[in-house]
């Protein structure tokens, strides 16, 4: 899947707008009020010089006045902006999430364990004194986009309906763009590492190369195991208990009602077992086209300790830019948003992330 929406003769929208509006200014509130189809009488005069402003850009819009185009899709960054960020800070369920400015270098601080010679801190002693440094390390971002074609003749109308669910639409197609780059980036690092890592990958998950992981993780801390849901479910065979004379095979009643309830086990050995939602690309159709893709790969899974400091880390530069331009396949004439994303395993500490796959489902 492209992170990017190429566009031909794109312009920036920054180049273009008046720069009179804010994120706090009234007219971006009222905007935001009549996409979501909620009264303008609490907004008094400012809503009635509001809307004939919006609809009046919506006019020239429609008319290719690149200008209008900008200033709308400044609306519509300021209306999206703080509800896409607060979604982007679910990363950090990964680990570290840092939103880093524009002027800002990409770079994060990592910790590194160390221990400094006797003879510097205590002269003829030869007892080592363990120290936290930090070290400074450079983090790689790509560009994450979504955008949607605007019928700027009906919104010239008054008609925002369609605004609505495209702006929903651009926030979950970043969204999930971004969790799909962070879920790659983490696969990589761990599979590519040298020395000691702690990974399974086979046609299924098997009981002992599950348990393998788990049991080696587990010494970092409490492990959870995060997966699509035709991964974890495969834990619901390891579930039960097997007798030796006489022979019996069987489940606990609490295991079958939690598997009967969720479709899945709450618990596997003691590690948490969490579904990471995986919804349709219903734009792009798996390899033998009978089915959609899913935004993201349903045969990885992660065993993350809990208690101590991840070595996964994932920024955002800057906050959400637009532009406009005509689409590379269909020639539309498209409005686009993008938002700057990072993210990095600590070099040497990937060990501290169990790595689970299934090669009969989706990889990277």
Not at 159 to 174: F, G, K, P, T
Request: hydrophobic residues 35%.
């Amino acid at each position: 899947m492209s992170y990017i929406i190429e566009l031909n003769n794109a312009r920036k929208d920054a180049d273009f707008v008046s720069g009179k509006i804010n994120g706090k200014s009234a007219v971006v509130e009222i905007f935001s009020a009549m996409r979501d189809g909620k009264e303008l009488a609490p907004y008094g005069k400012k809503a009635d010089v509001a809307a004939k402003y919006i609809m009046e850009l919506n006019s020239k819009a429609s008319s290719g006045d690149s200008t209008a185009i900008s200033e709308l899709n400044e609306l519509r960054r300021f209306a999206m902006e703080p509800v896409l960020m607060k979604e982007i800070k679910l990363l950090g369920i990964y680990g570290n999430y840092k939103a880093i400015g524009y002027n800002e270098s990409c770079e994060i601080e990592i910790p590194v364990f160390a221990n400094i010679n006797a003879n510097m801190q205590a002269l003829g002693q030869d007892v080592t004194f363990p120290v936290i440094r930090k070290e400074r390390k450079p983090i790689a971002t790509t560009t994450i986009s979504g955008g949607y074609a605007v019928d700027y003749r009906k919104a010239a109308l008054g008609d925002m309906s369609d605004e609505n669910e495209l702006q929903d639409q651009v926030r979950v197609q970043i969204r999930n763009k971004a969790a799909k780059y962070v879920i790659e980036t983490i696969y990589n690092a761990i599979k590519n590492a040298d020395g000691v890592k702690y990974f399974f990958e086979g046609a299924g998950l098997t009981k002992t190369g599950v348990d393998g992981v788990i049991s080696n993780v587990r010494r970092f801390g409490k492990p959870t195991i995060s997966g699509d849901y035709a991964l974890i479910s495969q834990f619901n065979g390891f579930a039960g208990y097997t007798g030796v004379t006489p022979s019996v095979n069987g489940i606990s009643e609490a295991v079958m009602n939690e598997i009967h309830t969720t479709g899945l086990m709450g618990m596997y050995n003691g590690s948490v077992l969490s579904e990471i939602p995986n919804e349709y690309d219903l734009y792009h159709l798996n390899a033998d086209g009978t089915n959609f893709s899913t935004m993201l790969p349903t045969g990885i899974g992660y065993v993350i300790p809990t208690g101590g400091q991840s070595p996964i880390y994932t920024v955002t530069r800057g906050g959400l830019t637009s532009m406009s331009g005509k689409e590379v396949t269909t020639g539309q004439l498209i409005s686009r948003f993008d938002l700057e994303v990072g993210a990095l395993v600590a070099p040497n500490r990937e060990y501290m992330i169990g790595l689970l796959g299934d090669t009969n489902l989706t990889t990277i």
